[in-house]
């Protein structure tokens, strides 16, 4: 069975930076995309990034692109998420995401978030 | 950036009747598109993929169909746990975009 299990959510500063995790286990991490996508309460869903099986390869969606840097570390079946300069509308729940195959941005499972809130 | 627009933006059914979700992408997606089943406090869930192609586990009262840039998820005989809200989503194009959702409830 897929699990993808979220950590390091909280509360952070405007202009702060956060880093969040996801362990993966279930499934041969290091063949799958991996992606972060978040839903704001009352919202829709906001795809926010991607990255390749060997990590080679990413995507980032405008609203965090400089900001934001998605990272993995297939020894140890971990997707990262690296946080900069945050403001309100960063503030959300963060999912992990194993991709599909072959497309990567095929979602097929999904953690169950990580919460983040942006204030002073 | 392909913009999926979904309608209706609420549909509420009694259980047992049908009901017809609308995905409409702003230019065309080759079939890479998914819907997914989001209830409140949980994650999302794949339902379809590729268009047409059921996740593994979901029932066959929901089934998806369309091509090009228009698109339908279509849900038989409504059961009480079928409420929440729906997204669609393409994967074909860079950024990846979801419509802006359908709330279903039930009656």
């Known amino acids: 069975e897929v699990q993808l299990l979220e950590s390091g959510g909280g509360l952070v500063q405007p202009g702060g930076s956060l880093r969040l995790s996801c362990a993966a286990s279930?499934?041969?991490?290091?063949?799958?995309?991996m992606s972060w996508v978040r839903h704001v309460l009352g919202k829709g869903l906001e795809w926010v990034s991607t990255i390749s099986d060997r990590g080679s390869s990413t995507n980032y969606a405008d609203s965090v692109r400089g900001r934001f840097i998605i990272s993995r570390d297939n020894s140890k079946s971990t997707l990262y998420l690296h946080m900069d300069d945050m403001n309100a509308e960063d503030a959300a729940t963060y999912y992990c995401?194993?991709?599909?195959?072959?497309?990567?941005?095929?979602?097929?499972?999904w953690g169950q978030g990580a919460l983040l809130t942006v204030s002073s | 950036e392909i913009v999926m627009t979904q309608s209706p933006v609420t549909l509420s059914i009694s259980p047992g009747q049908s009901a017809a979700l609308s995905c409409r992408a702003s230019?065309?997606?080759?079939?890479?598109l998914a819907w997914y089943q989001q209830k409140p406090g949980q994650a999302p869930r794949l339902l379809i993929s590729?268009?047409?192609a059921r996740a593994t586990g979901i029932p066959a009262r929901f089934s998806g169909g369309g091509s090009g840039t228009e698109f339908t998820l279509t849900i038989s005989s409504l059961q009480s746990e079928d409420f929440g809200v729906y997204y669609c989503?393409?994967?074909?194009?860079?950024?990846?975009?979801f419509g802006q959702g359908t709330r279903l409830e039930i009656k």
């Open positions: 590729g268009a047409s």
């Open positions: 995401v194993k991709g599909g195959e072959p497309w990567l941005a095929l979602f097929d499972s």
């Open positions: 230019q065309g997606v080759s079939g890479n």
């Open positions: 279930g499934f041969n991490f290091s063949s799958y995309g």
């Open positions: 989503q393409q994967y074909n194009n860079w950024p990846i975009t």
